[in-house]
């Protein structure tokens, strides 16, 4: 069965550096998009992209993100001068349209 | 007021055991329901995803909607050992927006 592929599944940086996180999206699949649990708490949605463009945003996704669909393949999140409070699992989701999203299994980042 | 309330647990029951999950939800503009089963360090994993108000079933699986008392439950009968996992709902509104709103998650313990 197609799935979402993440890489890295761990990542650790230093506070100020930029971090990015990868996802191939399922092939067929058109939306994109990037959620985050922070330990302990609920998923949480940041974006979505469609058409090569972000179609939706929480206000979580501020300045410091962008997203970005750099061939036809990959889907990346870049996160320019980490904080903190970013740690927490970031997953990438696709779908075909209105049906459900699929999750990959997700990048734990970590910011010492 | 929260717009998704999932009760945490720990839900603890038997093996072969029927499971009742259930979330209330706020936001009468949801028209999309689904429910994803989580592991430990996994990503969310689609079970089941419906359409307004009614019953959906698949196998062992039944997901219910009830959108006058904004409350909708997923059944699993003969529980397993290996459905033990953390279980979200998620809901999104029939519009152009597609984010996820979930659940906090109950997290289900199926004693062999």
């Known amino acids: 069965e197609p799935e979402v592929t993440q890489t890295p599944s761990h990542q650790v940086t230093q506070m100020g550096q930029e971090v990015i996180l990868r996802c191939v999206p399922i092939?067929?699949?058109?939306?994109f998009y990037w959620y985050r649990q922070i330990l302990g708490q609920k998923v949480e949605f940041l974006v979505s992209?469609?058409?090569?463009?972000?179609?939706?945003k929480s206000e979580i996704f501020d300045d410091q993100f962008s997203v970005e669909r750099p061939d036809g393949s990959n889907f990346t999140l870049k996160i320019r001068s980490t904080k903190l409070e970013d740690s927490a699992m970031y997953f990438c989701?696709?779908?075909?349209?209105?049906?459900?999203?699929?999750f990959g299994d997700g990048t734990r980042l970590s910011i010492l | 007021q929260k717009e998704v309330e999932q009760d945490p647990g720990p839900l603890s029951v038997p093996e072969g055991a029927i499971v009742s999950l259930n979330c209330t939800y706020s936001?009468?503009?949801?028209?999309?329901f689904m429910w994803y089963r989580q592991y430990s360090r996994k990503g969310p994993e689609l079970l089941m995803y419906?359409?307004?108000?009614g019953n959906k079933e698949d196998g062992r699986f039944t997901a219910q909607v009830d959108k006058s008392s904004k409350y909708i439950s997923l059944f699993i009968r003969d529980s397993q050992p290996s459905d033990s996992a953390t279980y979200l709902c998620a809901m999104r509104e029939d519009t152009g927006r597609r984010a996820l709103t979930f659940g906090s998650g109950t997290r289900l313990q199926v004693q062999p």
């Open positions: 989701a696709s779908s075909a349209g209105t049906e459900a999203q699929h």
């Open positions: 936001n009468s503009a949801f028209q999309y």
């Open positions: 992209f469609y058409n090569n463009e972000i179609s939706e």
């Open positions: 092939s067929n699949h058109l939306y």
């Open positions: 419906t359409y307004s108000s």
